[in-house]
């Protein structure tokens, strides 16, 4: 039974199999299907993102709003938040899916002070619990919004204003609260305006330790609390400051080392913003995973022509059995999941485009975890791994891979043998025709 009226013209959308011609069905999520043990739904946790996708308007540097969403009625009101959460809801059952993510400011407006803002948020909350209950749709992650607003335009935590600091610590410590509430499995930190334009008004050391002081506080408030949802930091290198102190995998990793927090957190890795720092989306993954950091996934995609966070969703399968593959050898992602953080285009008007846009993204998915499964239990990526790095299974690789070697038993080997042996092909052009062979 649906909450509202706004999708009844649309069925549930299920799985029929590759064949189907019915544009609202998955054609390769069926969530029961098993990949390396595990069904797909387990391995994809698949969210849907309040922001994006009930509360972007379409709106460009150009120009205004123009998405239509028939159940809006043009106001920011409460009336309106609570409204929008029955439809949110809908949605998510509607595409049979398990999890969705907020911001604060998504789902309640900001009232006349603070105080009336954290109830504003306390109100939708309850909403949500109930809805939770009753439809059994968890949320992924929540997290504030603390680049939106005109207050955060120097930044949040490393905002040159103390009493910015402090609303912050207000708004991560209610959300904290609402997590808490509702089960959040997650909370992100996704540091919007926490970067630079110029270092002629910054103090770059100064800013860094204000954030880290800031992590440390919530990650000790959340344990005064008793929150035990895993903590994120989803890395971006710019947009909209210049330069983003979050930069990608391996600054948010020395980042969090410098100031020992590296055990209370993970990444939250989106894919276009690895490709926003001149990286790939595989390999943010890979960077996260092999320094136990893997947490979750921002699931979507830039536009390799131009240089801006376009956020579209994900449809590229070949890609995506690349990050498959790494989730899979990750052994998941834990409490994490995949969000779609992506938005439909500006002429995308029709209330169906949302499903067209979140079935064909799932499927890709779907497709790429079938996909790398197989790849995975054929095993040609991971022998060919082994063979490449044979020469550290014994001898003097072995030596240094347990600490035995040291540089005068290194070059006391290297004068008796003369010379290295010769090189070995990386055979990259076979193994991508072997990759190609199953995309
Ligand atoms: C912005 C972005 C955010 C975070 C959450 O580029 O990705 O939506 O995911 O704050
Ligand atoms: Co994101």
Redesign the pocket.
């Known amino acids: 039974m649906s909450l509202t009226p706004y999708f009844d013209h649309i069925p549930a959308i299920r799985y029929e199999g590759p064949e189907s011609d019915n544009p609202f069905a998955y054609r390769w999520y069926d969530p029961a299907h098993k990949v390396a043990g595990k069904t797909l739904r387990e391995w994809c946790r698949f969210a849907v ?1 309040y ?2 996708t009930f509360r972007g308007t379409g709106a460009d540097p150009f120009g205004p709003g123009t998405l239509v969403r028939p159940w809006e009625d043009g106001s920011d009101s409460l009336e309106m938040a609570i409204k929008r959460a029955d439809v949110v809801f809908d949605f998510v059952s509607k595409l049979g899916l398990d999890f969705y ?1 907020f ?1 604060d400011r998504d789902v309640a407006p900001e009232g006349k002070d603070v105080k009336v803002t954290n109830a504003n948020l306390w109100k939708v909350a309850k909403r949500f619990k109930k809805l939770q209950k009753q439809t059994g749709i968890k949320l992924l992650w929540g ?3 603390m ?1 939106s607003h005109p207050r955060f335009t120097q930044g949040a935590s490393t905002n040159p204003s103390a009493d910015i600091f402090a609303y912050c610590a207000n708004s991560v410590k209610e959300m904290l609260d609402v997590s808490l509430e509702l089960g959040g499995e997650n909370y ?3 540091g ?1 305006r926490e970067g630079y334009i110029t270092l002629l008004n910054t103090d770059m050391g100064r800013e860094a330790d204000h954030a880290a002081a800031f992590f440390q506080m919530a990650v000790d408030y959340a344990k005064k609390i008793g929150y035990k949802g895993q903590f994120l930091i ?1 890395p ?1 290198p710019c ?1 909209p400051t210049k330069h983003q102190y979050d930069f990608d995998s391996a600054t948010v990793l020395a980042f969090l080392r410098k100031y020992k927090l590296e055990k209370h957190f993970k990444l ?1 890795i ?1 894919a ?2 690895a490709t926003l720092a001149g990286h790939d989306f595989p390999h943010e993954l890979e960077y996260a995973r092999v320094n136990g950091a893997l947490g979750s996934i ?1 699931a ?1 995609r830039g536009d390799w022509t131009n240089g801006w ?1 376009t ?1 579209q969703f994900p449809n590229d399968v070949k890609e995506w059995a690349h990050a498959a593959y790494i989730i899979i050898k990750n052994g998941g992602l834990g409490s994490g999941g995949l ?1 779609f ?1 992506a938005k439909l285009r500006r002429d995308s008007v029709d209330v169906e485009d949302y499903f067209h846009a979140h079935i064909g993204a799932i499927d890709t998915v779907a497709r790429a975890f079938r996909i790398a499964g197989q790849m995975l239990s054929d095993g040609v990526f991971e022998d060919n791994l082994k063979r490449r790095y044979r020469s550290f299974d014994k001898g003097i690789g072995k030596q240094v891979e347990s600490g035995k070697a040291d540089f005068e038993s290194l070059q006391k080997y290297i004068l008796k043998k003369g010379n290295p042996d010769p090189m070995e092909s990386g055979r990259q052009e076979y193994l991508e025709n072997i990759f190609n062979r199953y995309c």
């Open positions: 993102c922001w994006h993510c911001h997290t504030a919004n680049f992100v930190f996704w919007g989803e971006k947009e939250n989106e276009n913003h921002d979507n966070d956020d969000n953080d």
